[in-house]
């Protein structure tokens, strides 16, 4: 876990970023998580220069991060539709998931940028999707993007071993 400060973090775009005061210099990399103090996630790395690397923010409209409900363990995909702040969308966890308004939403590993089990949010809304199987959840983020200004970035020492297996998997299967 590598300690930054927040230099710059947008929220009312459809595309925000936040960058962080530590760069390549002081062992950030692309590819990164990175939380609160909380253990809330805040996004993950996309850009590093020497002293400051770029965050994609879950406040972002091609952020797509993978979020487990705590209590039934399914899986589906954060989406943000660009309009309130600290409101995310959990989408693909289908009706017969037990689910309901203050529940937890963790990190579920299946992403070598965020460790399985951090917090993301806490459900807000559960209505069913008429239009398919699945339940649309509105949730509050466990990061408070209006008042961030420190943020831990995760290093995961398997990610390079995790890519590279992965790679040559994709090759025997082309």
């Known amino acids: 876990y590598y300690p930054s400060k927040v230099v710059y973090n947008s929220i009312a775009a459809q595309n925000n970023f936040i960058v962080l005061g530590r760069g390549a ?5 692309e590819g990164m998580g990175v939380i609160d103090p909380n253990n ?20 972002h409209k091609d952020s797509h991060l993978s979020g487990k409900l705590l209590k039934g363990g399914e899986t589906g995909t954060l989406s ?3 309009k309130m702040p ?3 969308s959990l989408n693909g966890i289908p009706k017969s ?3 309901a308004k203050g529940d937890t939403i963790i990190s579920s590993g299946f ?3 965020i460790p399985k089990g951090m917090l993301i949010g806490i459900v807000q809304e559960v209505k069913a999707d008429k239009s398919t199987n ?3 959840i509105k949730f509050k983020t466990a990061a408070d993007f209006y008042n961030l200004e420190f943020v831990y970035a995760i290093e995961n020492n398997q990610a390079e071993g995790i890519k590279s297996i992965l790679e040559k998997v994709k ?4």
Not at 41 to 59: I, P, Q, R, Y
Not at 171 to 174: A, F, L
Request: aromatic share 6%; glycine share 6%; no cysteine.
């Open 25 to 29: 210099s002081q062992n950030i990399k």
């Open 40 to 59: 809330g996630v805040v996004g993950v790395v996309t850009e590093v220069s020497s002293d400051f690397a770029v965050v994609m923010s879950l406040l």
């Open 80 to 82: 943000w539709d660009g």
């Open 86 to 88: 600290n409101i995310i």
């Open 97 to 99: 998931a037990k689910v």
């Open 111 to 113: 992403s070598t940028s």
């Open 134 to 136: 699945n339940f649309l």
């Open 171 to 174: 090759q025997k299967t082309q």
